[in-house]
């Protein structure tokens, strides 16, 4: 349950789309905190306030399409 609290609290104090307001837009629809370094990379920073961001629910499956593209990328 801590994560419950952790995004509901950072939500609450992050209450607008970080990339909608890049573009002058203050969209509180629909927020989903994200891990800007995925867990899968550093898990170690699930709780860490620094690694969290506020995105509505288009940027936030924009950002994970690309990061599940980079992963299928070979090296």
């Known amino acids: 349950h801590k994560w419950r609290e952790v995004s509901k609290t950072f939500r609450k104090n992050n209450p607008f ?7 002058g837009e203050y969209n509180s629809q629909d927020l989903h ?5 995925p867990l899968v990379e ?4 699930k709780y860490e306030v620094s690694n969290l961001q506020s995105l509505c629910r288009k940027h936030h499956s924009m950002k994970t399409f690309k990061e599940t593209l980079a992963k299928k990328k070979p090296t």
Request: overall charge negative; aromatic content about 0%; proline content about 6%.
């Open 42 to 45: 550093k898990p170690d920073l």
């Open 17 to 23: 789309c970080c990339e909608c307001l890049k573009n």
């Open 33 to 37: 905190v994200d891990h800007i370094i």
